[in-house]
């Protein structure tokens, strides 16, 4: 797909891999709505990268419409979306306390799985309706943000690795689904990426989870989770699949 002059929709845009995302997109000409729930993080994005700011919880299905609309209505109909927004509170199932809290569980699914398919599916009903563009007659790209935990999840992570296998197992149906209007679906999964929840972590922790890594031994960037992005949307070629961006990573049980 050509970016230049598109519209493309970015939650959890206000940091991290989001925040790389909105700034790669918007390099190649692409016009950018910057979605978080922090309001004040989103606009220095958009304000940085000539973007507009939309505060919005993805999870909730009229905050969502309106954010879609909004997008709209500044950029035209949406052609790229990509749902960075996610949680990733830990929690035993059992802990010194007893089990663990059901609304702690219910909240990490809510925002990861539910806010990825509630933007996922008004997105796709936008997209639904674009003209199509030149090549291979493609009218938009949804690229959704799992993680390696999904496959390696450890102690403690059996909210977030619910999650994130949730969003891995929607993408092939979805994209399946999708395909006859020229909208392709993705799944990256990253590894131990340097984003705000890595970054309050001491350096000596940092520097020994990046060690861990086979190759390169290091915690990733959000910049190389943004080329991956940019890859996707230009190989029409890849759709329904998720792409691990681990370094070759298989995580121990704790």
């Keep these: 797909m050509e970016l230049r002059g598109q519209s493309a929709l970015v939650t959890g845009g206000g940091s991290g891999l989001g925040a790389a995302t909105a700034a790669a997109l918007a390099q190649v000409g692409a016009r ?14 958009a304000a940085r990268i000539g973007g ?23 950029h035209g109909p949406a052609r790229v979306l990509v749902n ?3 949680v990733g509170t830990p929690g035993r199932v059992v802990g010194r306390e007893g089990p663990i809290q059901l609304t702690a569980f219910a909240r990490v699914v809510h925002v990861n799985l539910i806010g990825t398919f509630n933007m996922l599916r008004l997105v796709a009903s936008e997209m639904s309706v674009n003209e199509p563009m030149a090549d291979d ?5 949804i690229i959704n943000t799992a993680s390696i935990a999904a496959y390696d999840g450890q102690i403690g992570q059996a909210a977030y690795a619910a999650s994130k296998g949730g969003v891995v197992s929607l993408t092939l149906p979805v994209a399946r689904e999708l395909a006859r209007f020229g909208i392709r ?12 929840m890595l970054a309050a972590l001491p350096a000596e922790a940092q520097a020994s989870l990046g060690a861990s890594v086979p190759y390169p031994p290091r915690l990733g960037v959000p910049e ?23 370094g070759a990573l298989r995580m121990a049980p704790r």
Excluded at 38 to 43: R, T
Excluded at 53 to 74: E, F, K, M, P, Y
């Design 52 to 74: 507009i700011a939309l505060a919005c919880d993805v999870s909730n299905d009229s905050a969502a419409a309106d954010a879609v609309a909004a997008a709209r209505a500044a």
């Design 137 to 141: 007659s493609e009218r938009g790209v």
């Design 185 to 196: 679906v993705m799944t990256i999964a990253p590894g131990l990426f340097h984003t705000p």
């Design 224 to 246: 190389e989770y943004a080329a991956l992005v940019l890859h996707i949307c230009a190989n029409r070629m890849l759709n329904g699949e998720t792409i691990r961006l681990d």
């Design 32 to 45: 950018v709505a910057v979605i978080d729930l922090n309001e004040a993080a989103a606009a220095e994005v």
């Design 84 to 86: 960075c927004a996610g």
